[in-house]
């Protein structure tokens, strides 16, 4: 394994990965980057793992934290979608995270070059998000479609159900768009960190090696799991955005795909630090 990276060493590789990506117009070459920025950053938290354990007993060793992380004010839309995709990149990168009831902030628990990895990350797939789904509503390609929804009536006084096929509102494609998009980030996030620590545990040379590594990982998920335990004021599990204002299968498939070819990139005003960008109207 590698020695540990000295975090601001890490968030500048990682950063340079990122614009790489954001500056190609060539799809599979802002894959490739992509898949390189959180194959450094799963490394690399893999390589503080072992870190951690060798140094166990010195009086400065790394330990957990906890991070408050804003996502926007009280009362404005899509504020759901937006944690949404901040949660399913912290999975990815070994952070867990408690939502406050307005997902207004989310609470990471994490350590610290992990928690700063999502922050990066989100940063850059915030901004690509709300660019797609302003592209997708302004380009008026959801008129076209219609979502179920269902109608109380009162029939010889009595109060039905019917389901109608209504035109799909605004706010509703926009909030399908960003839903699907932020599932899909999250799903190849995921890969990538399954493929990096399956490599990690195989390139080792030897069975005590790969045991090591794969102890290593235990002993950090497990370490985390316990500061969350006796941090969380959590009361129950965030279950994700609500999908009361309808189901928009063509608002899905476009999110879907903008989530596919997403690019992982910093722009330059946002290099030193997250901003937090107010959630848009419909």
Request: glycine share 8%; with cysteine; proline share 3%.
């Amino acid at each position: 394994m590698s020695t540990q990276m000295p975090q601001d060493k890490l968030l500048t590789r990682i950063g340079g990965l990122l614009r790489q990506a954001e500056s190609t117009d060539n799809e599979h070459e802002a894959e490739a980057f992509m898949a390189a920025a959180q194959r450094l950053a799963t490394r690399s938290s893999i390589d503080l793992a072992v870190a951690r354990a060798h140094i166990a007993g010195r009086e400065r060793r790394p330990t957990p934290m906890q991070k408050v992380v804003p996502i926007g004010e009280a009362g404005k839309k899509g504020l759901r979608t937006y944690v949404q995709l901040f949660v399913a990149i912290a999975a990815a990168n070994d952070v867990r995270c408690d939502v406050t009831r307005t997902s207004t902030q989310v609470y990471a628990y994490g350590f610290d070059t992990d928690i700063a990895t999502c922050e990066a990350l989100y940063t850059s797939l915030l901004v690509q998000m709300v660019r797609a789904s302003d592209h997708y509503i302004k380009s008026g390609a959801y008129r076209s479609a219609t979502v179920e929804k269902i109608v109380v009536e009162t029939r010889w006084g009595r109060k039905v159900q019917r389901r109608i096929q209504a035109p799909v509102a605004a706010v509703t494609a926009r909030l399908n768009f960003q839903m699907a998009f932020a599932d899909r980030i999250g799903r190849r996030l995921a890969q990538v960190k399954a493929d990096v620590e399956a490599e990690a545990v195989g390139a080792d040379t030897t069975a005590a090696e790969s045991a090591g590594t794969a102890l290593a990982l235990r002993n950090k998920d497990l370490e985390l799991t316990d500061f969350y335990s006796r941090t969380s004021e959590a009361r129950g599990t965030w279950r994700g955005p609500q999908e009361s204002t309808g189901y928009s299968p063509a608002a899905r498939r476009a999110g879907d795909r903008a989530g596919r070819s997403a690019r992982l990139g910093l722009s330059p005003e946002l290099a030193s630090g997250r901003g937090r960008l107010e959630a848009p109207g419909a």
